[in-house]
């Protein structure tokens, strides 16, 4: 595996295997990897004959305020599992080579990112977008793989990609989780013991509405309280961000659940802010 840190270093590795005919995967990252990210990268390894796995913090997508310095960081650790994944190349940019000091090109979906996440914060996509189609632009990779836990940036990165008629397939693999149900992420770590003790309530919250769908409930007022109730009960150190039912694709609220729909979810617990998300079916 190579350790790649220019974006001109990236482009012409990736413009070497295309001229040899070789398809190549991308697994876009922040690293601190864990289970969640294995299973990206096992899949980015089964849908090409090359993969690009990259590793960067990006700063465009933290706004004022946010934890892009305390964001944790173990290169060494990251490196061993992306090599034990199969990566040809892990690129590791540094900030100042992803953005010029006057750099002024941002690139938007401003109607799927102005709810969810998107309420509470509102530069990260563009910050998300601007950066995956940077990636997409160095490598001409055929495929990307997306986490289905944030489920609002894979959305918006998949509207990205048919609007642009950007030439990349968009892959989505299950939420990892933990024995207990709680959704994987590099964020966990900020949670104290007795918040991460609570932190599964936000899976069985949501896995409730689930079950109340099944059983035939259809307002998505009802469920979100119904979600709102166990967390009150069981999750008492929690703060919500949001809860929402929206249209899987669209992310619009949906005030029934006629057809596919999403119940998707952020929740502060101390200095953690916990996503999860649920598909509902009526
Ligand atoms: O999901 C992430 O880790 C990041 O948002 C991504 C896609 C790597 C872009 O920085």
């Known amino acids: 595996m190579q350790i790649l840190s220019t974006p001109q270093e990236l482009a012409a590795q990736c413009r070497a295997w295309r001229a040899a005919g070789e398809s190549i995967s991308l697994v876009p990252t922040m690293g601190y990897y864990h289970a969640g990210h294995e299973s990206l990268m096992?899949?980015?390894?089964?849908?090409?004959?090359r993969m690009v796995v990259s590793l960067f913090v990006?700063?465009?997508?933290?706004?004022?305020?946010?934890?892009?310095?305390?964001y944790p960081r173990d290169l060494e650790r990251d490196a061993a599992i992306a090599r034990k994944h199969g990566a040809d190349v892990l690129f590791v940019p540094e900030p100042q080579?992803?953005?010029?000091?006057?750099?002024?090109?941002?690139?938007?979906?401003?109607?799927?990112?102005k709810n969810l996440c998107?309420?509470?914060?509102p530069v990260h996509f563009r910050g998300v977008c601007t950066v995956v189609l940077k990636l997409f632009l160095l490598t001409g990779a055929d495929v990307a793989v997306f986490g289905e836990k944030d489920w609002q940036q894979?959305?918006?990165?998949?509207?990205?990609v048919r609007d642009l008629n950007v030439p990349v397939r968009i892959e989505t693999c299950p939420t990892g989780r933990?024995?207990?149900?709680?959704?994987?992420?590099?964020?966990n770590v900020y949670m104290t013991p007795e918040e991460r003790a609570q932190a599964p309530e936000i899976r069985r919250g949501l896995l409730h509405a689930r079950t109340l769908a099944e059983k035939g409930e259809t307002s998505a007022a009802l469920l979100r309280e119904a979600v709102l109730g166990h967390w009150a009960e069981h999750l008492p150190l929690?703060?919500?961000?949001?809860?929402?039912?929206?249209?899987?694709?669209?992310?619009?609220?949906?005030?029934?659940?006629?057809?596919?729909a999403l119940m998707a979810c952020a929740v502060r617990l101390g200095k953690a802010r916990l996503l999860d998300n649920i598909l509902l079916h009526p």
């Open 42 to 49: 096992e899949r980015g390894r089964a849908l090409a004959q």
């Open 58 to 70: 990006n700063p465009t997508q933290f706004g004022p305020g946010e934890d892009l310095a305390a």
């Open 97 to 113: 080579s992803m953005y010029a000091p006057d750099h002024a090109t941002w690139v938007e979906v401003p109607e799927l990112a």
């Open 118 to 121: 998107g309420l509470s914060r």
């Open 154 to 160: 894979q959305a918006i990165i998949r509207r990205m």
């Open 178 to 187: 933990e024995t207990d149900g709680l959704a994987l992420s590099s964020r």
């Open 238 to 260: 929690g703060r919500l961000d949001y809860l929402s039912v929206v249209h899987p694709e669209s992310l619009e609220p949906l005030e029934g659940i006629a057809g596919p």
